[in-house]
Protein backbone atom coordinates (compact mmCIF):
# COMPACT_ATOMS: atom_id res chain seq x y z
CA UNK A 1 0.00 0.00 0.00
CA UNK A 2 0.83 3.31 -0.12
CA UNK A 3 3.24 5.46 2.41
CA UNK A 4 5.79 7.76 3.91
CA UNK A 5 8.49 7.75 5.54
CA UNK A 6 9.88 10.74 7.23
CA UNK A 7 13.11 11.09 9.35
CA UNK A 8 12.79 10.65 13.07
CA UNK A 9 12.71 13.93 15.22
CA UNK A 10 13.19 16.19 17.01
CA UNK A 11 16.03 18.12 14.95
CA UNK A 12 17.70 20.52 16.94
CA UNK A 13 19.23 23.35 15.20
CA UNK A 14 20.77 27.13 15.39
CA UNK A 15 19.48 29.79 13.95
CA UNK A 16 20.42 30.26 10.27
CA UNK A 17 21.52 26.41 9.97
CA UNK A 18 20.79 24.50 7.28
CA UNK A 19 18.28 21.96 7.16
CA UNK A 20 17.09 18.97 5.71
CA UNK A 21 14.02 16.60 6.87
CA UNK A 22 14.64 13.48 4.65
CA UNK A 23 11.07 12.01 3.24
CA UNK A 24 10.64 8.83 0.85
CA UNK A 25 7.21 7.61 -0.29
CA UNK A 26 5.99 3.90 -1.60
CA UNK A 27 3.13 4.35 -3.95
CA UNK A 28 2.03 3.31 -7.38
CA UNK A 29 1.69 5.70 -9.96
CA UNK A 30 2.66 9.15 -9.73
CA UNK A 31 1.06 10.80 -6.36
CA UNK A 32 1.50 14.48 -5.43
CA UNK A 33 3.42 15.11 -2.68
CA UNK A 34 3.14 17.68 0.07
CA UNK A 35 4.66 19.26 2.50
CA UNK A 36 2.25 20.66 5.77
CA UNK A 37 4.07 22.23 8.93
CA UNK A 38 1.72 22.65 12.10
CA UNK A 39 3.17 25.32 14.30
CA UNK A 40 2.46 25.19 18.26
CA UNK A 41 -1.41 25.93 18.89
CA UNK A 42 -2.04 25.72 15.62
CA UNK A 43 -3.94 23.55 12.50
CA UNK A 44 -1.96 21.67 9.87
CA UNK A 45 -0.68 24.12 6.71
CA UNK A 46 -0.08 23.29 3.35
CA UNK A 47 3.66 24.64 3.02
CA UNK A 48 4.47 22.99 -0.36
CA UNK A 49 3.24 21.28 -2.71
CA UNK A 50 4.84 19.43 -5.77
CA UNK A 51 2.56 16.99 -8.66
CA UNK A 52 5.00 15.51 -10.86
CA UNK A 53 8.44 14.28 -11.52
CA UNK A 54 10.82 17.15 -11.09
CA UNK A 55 8.82 19.74 -10.01
CA UNK A 56 10.71 21.89 -7.12
CA UNK A 57 7.78 23.18 -4.45
CA UNK A 58 8.55 26.27 -2.37
CA UNK A 59 7.25 28.81 0.18
CA UNK A 60 9.44 30.82 2.71
CA UNK A 61 12.64 29.48 1.85
CA UNK A 62 11.40 26.10 2.22
CA UNK A 63 11.87 23.98 -0.91
CA UNK A 64 11.30 20.43 -2.03
CA UNK A 65 12.18 18.45 -5.31
CA UNK A 66 9.79 15.76 -6.39
CA UNK A 67 12.70 13.13 -7.01
CA UNK A 68 10.72 9.75 -8.73
CA UNK A 69 13.87 7.95 -9.29
CA UNK A 70 14.58 8.30 -5.54
CA UNK A 71 10.74 8.46 -4.63
CA UNK A 72 11.76 11.43 -2.18
CA UNK A 73 10.91 14.75 -1.67
CA UNK A 74 13.28 16.14 0.91
CA UNK A 75 12.49 19.05 2.81
CA UNK A 76 15.47 21.55 2.58
CA UNK A 77 15.90 25.45 4.13
CA UNK A 78 19.58 27.48 3.90
CA UNK A 79 18.37 29.50 6.68
CA UNK A 80 16.67 28.38 9.32
CA UNK A 81 14.79 30.76 11.68
CA UNK A 82 13.55 30.38 15.38
CA UNK A 83 10.13 31.06 14.16
CA UNK A 84 10.40 27.56 11.87
CA UNK A 85 10.12 25.86 14.96
CA UNK A 86 7.41 23.42 14.36
CA UNK A 87 5.99 19.99 13.53
CA UNK A 88 6.49 19.02 9.76
CA UNK A 89 4.74 16.83 7.96
CA UNK A 90 5.29 14.64 4.66
CA UNK A 91 2.20 13.46 2.91
CA UNK A 92 0.90 12.22 -0.41
CA UNK A 93 -2.17 11.38 -2.14
CA UNK A 94 -2.84 9.39 -4.74
CA UNK A 95 -2.72 9.79 -8.58
CA UNK A 96 -6.01 10.30 -10.05
CA UNK A 97 -7.72 10.58 -6.34
CA UNK A 98 -7.50 13.79 -5.63
CA UNK A 99 -10.96 13.65 -3.57
CA UNK A 100 -9.36 11.13 -1.03
CA UNK A 101 -7.16 10.71 1.31
CA UNK A 102 -3.84 12.19 2.72
CA UNK A 103 -1.15 9.97 3.74
CA UNK A 104 0.82 11.17 6.29
CA UNK A 105 4.66 10.30 7.68
CA UNK A 106 4.77 10.14 11.20
CA UNK A 107 5.97 14.09 11.28
CA UNK A 108 9.35 15.30 12.25
CA UNK A 109 9.60 18.35 14.96
CA UNK A 110 12.13 20.95 14.44
CA UNK A 111 13.40 23.16 17.27
CA UNK A 112 15.49 26.19 16.44
CA UNK A 113 17.35 28.39 19.18
CA UNK A 114 18.93 31.52 18.89
CA UNK B 1 -12.98 33.62 5.16
CA UNK B 2 -12.56 32.26 8.33
CA UNK B 3 -10.83 28.94 8.53
CA UNK B 4 -11.40 25.57 9.57
CA UNK B 5 -12.53 25.14 12.95
CA UNK B 6 -13.27 22.96 15.83
CA UNK B 7 -14.42 22.43 19.20
CA UNK B 8 -13.62 21.62 21.70
CA UNK B 9 -9.74 22.24 21.27
CA UNK B 10 -9.31 19.73 24.39
CA UNK B 11 -11.53 17.35 25.92
CA UNK B 12 -10.66 15.23 29.11
CA UNK B 13 -13.01 12.32 29.65
CA UNK B 14 -13.28 8.80 31.36
CA UNK B 15 -12.78 5.40 29.70
CA UNK B 16 -16.67 4.27 28.62
CA UNK B 17 -18.44 7.76 28.59
CA UNK B 18 -19.11 9.75 25.41
CA UNK B 19 -17.44 12.42 23.12
CA UNK B 20 -18.48 14.32 20.69
CA UNK B 21 -16.23 16.50 18.36
CA UNK B 22 -17.17 19.04 16.04
CA UNK B 23 -15.59 20.80 12.61
CA UNK B 24 -17.02 23.90 10.92
CA UNK B 25 -15.46 23.79 7.36
CA UNK B 26 -14.65 26.84 5.63
CA UNK B 27 -17.97 28.34 4.00
CA UNK B 28 -18.57 26.98 0.38
CA UNK B 29 -16.65 23.49 0.74
CA UNK B 30 -18.33 20.16 0.25
CA UNK B 31 -15.39 18.27 0.77
CA UNK B 32 -14.47 17.55 4.46
CA UNK B 33 -12.06 15.30 6.13
CA UNK B 34 -11.20 13.30 9.49
CA UNK B 35 -8.11 12.57 10.52
CA UNK B 36 -6.14 11.09 13.50
CA UNK B 37 -3.12 11.31 15.13
CA UNK B 38 -2.38 9.02 18.22
CA UNK B 39 0.80 9.93 20.26
CA UNK B 40 3.98 9.62 18.11
CA UNK B 41 2.49 7.74 15.25
CA UNK B 42 1.20 9.06 11.80
CA UNK B 43 -1.92 11.02 10.95
CA UNK B 44 -4.20 8.53 9.83
CA UNK B 45 -7.38 9.02 7.50
CA UNK B 46 -10.74 8.14 9.29
CA UNK B 47 -13.53 9.38 6.68
CA UNK B 48 -14.62 11.81 3.72
CA UNK B 49 -17.72 13.96 3.46
CA UNK B 50 -19.18 15.33 0.04
CA UNK B 51 -21.81 17.61 1.29
CA UNK B 52 -23.56 15.06 3.31
CA UNK B 53 -22.41 12.04 2.12
CA UNK B 54 -20.11 9.65 3.24
CA UNK B 55 -17.73 9.17 -0.05
CA UNK B 56 -15.05 7.26 2.17
CA UNK B 57 -15.48 5.38 5.54
CA UNK B 58 -12.32 3.44 5.34
CA UNK B 59 -10.29 4.96 8.20
CA UNK B 60 -13.16 4.20 10.82
CA UNK B 61 -11.26 1.85 13.46
CA UNK B 62 -14.43 0.46 14.78
CA UNK B 63 -18.19 0.66 15.55
CA UNK B 64 -17.61 2.99 18.54
CA UNK B 65 -16.79 6.07 15.97
CA UNK B 66 -20.48 7.67 14.25
CA UNK B 67 -19.63 11.18 11.75
CA UNK B 68 -22.63 12.51 10.73
CA UNK B 69 -22.82 15.85 8.34
CA UNK B 70 -26.20 16.90 8.38
CA UNK B 71 -26.98 19.47 6.24
CA UNK B 72 -23.94 18.83 4.55
CA UNK B 73 -22.50 21.98 7.00
CA UNK B 74 -20.90 21.17 10.07
CA UNK B 75 -19.49 17.81 10.81
CA UNK B 76 -19.32 15.56 14.19
CA UNK B 77 -17.52 13.03 15.46
CA UNK B 78 -18.98 10.77 17.89
CA UNK B 79 -17.46 7.97 20.55
CA UNK B 80 -19.48 6.26 22.29
CA UNK B 81 -18.06 4.69 24.31
CA UNK B 82 -14.55 5.69 24.63
CA UNK B 83 -11.50 3.35 25.04
CA UNK B 84 -8.04 4.42 26.09
CA UNK B 85 -6.78 3.71 23.04
CA UNK B 86 -8.59 6.56 21.21
CA UNK B 87 -6.59 9.54 22.90
CA UNK B 88 -5.09 11.53 20.40
CA UNK B 89 -5.68 14.50 18.27
CA UNK B 90 -8.41 14.83 15.51
CA UNK B 91 -7.78 16.51 12.66
CA UNK B 92 -10.79 18.04 10.47
CA UNK B 93 -9.71 19.49 7.05
CA UNK B 94 -11.94 20.79 3.94
CA UNK B 95 -11.48 21.36 0.49
CA UNK B 96 -13.74 23.37 -2.25
CA UNK B 97 -14.02 20.09 -5.08
CA UNK B 98 -13.05 17.06 -4.89
CA UNK B 99 -10.53 17.41 -7.69
CA UNK B 100 -9.00 19.74 -5.40
CA UNK B 101 -5.79 18.51 -3.58
CA UNK B 102 -5.40 20.93 -1.54
CA UNK B 103 -7.29 20.40 2.03
CA UNK B 104 -7.39 22.99 4.88
CA UNK B 105 -7.26 21.83 8.33
CA UNK B 106 -8.30 22.90 11.38
CA UNK B 107 -6.16 23.36 15.15
CA UNK B 108 -7.49 19.76 15.90
CA UNK B 109 -9.06 18.46 19.36
CA UNK B 110 -6.84 16.86 21.63
CA UNK B 111 -8.90 13.64 23.32
CA UNK B 112 -7.40 11.82 26.01
CA UNK B 113 -9.16 8.71 27.54
CA UNK B 114 -8.62 8.30 31.25
Request: glycine content about 10%; charged content about 20%; overall charge neutral.
Amino acid sequence: GNSVTQMEGPVTLSEEAFLTINCTYTATGYPSLFWYVQYPGEGLQLLLKATKADDKGSNKGFEATYRKETTSFHLEKGSVQVSDSAVYFCALIQANQAGTALIFGKGTTLSVSS
Amino acid sequence: EAGVTQFPSHSVIEKGQTVTLRCDPISGHDNLYWYRRVMGKEIKFLLHFVKESKQDESGMPNNRFLAERTGGTYSTLKVQPAELEDSGVYFCASSRVTSSTEQFFGPGTRLTVL
